[in-house]
């Protein structure tokens, strides 16, 4: 979980720009272009894949946001 916090760092800044200019693109090559070019992202660097764990224990069920910890 921790080697996917830190790709997640590593990665959102170009992950974010890759995704606003696909937004912002009309073409279709383009946007097939930076498609590919986020899929060549590691899978791991992708905020989805995060899930929150108990700072104590690291518990993933049962967590509460409020206080980093689980029941």
């Known amino acids: 979980e921790k080697k996917r916090q830190k790709l997640v760092l590593k990665y959102s800044k170009k992950r974010k720009n ?11 090559e383009t946007k097939i ?18 899930h929150n764990r108990c700072l104590i224990t690291g518990r993933p069920k049962g967590y ?8």
């Open 33 to 50: 272009f930076i498609s590919r070019r986020l899929q060549k992202l590691p899978r791991n660097s992708s905020m989805t894949r995060l």
């Open 18 to 28: 890759l995704k606003t200019e696909l937004k912002q693109t009309n073409l279709l």
């Open 64 to 71: 509460f946001r409020d206080f980093g910890l689980s029941r």
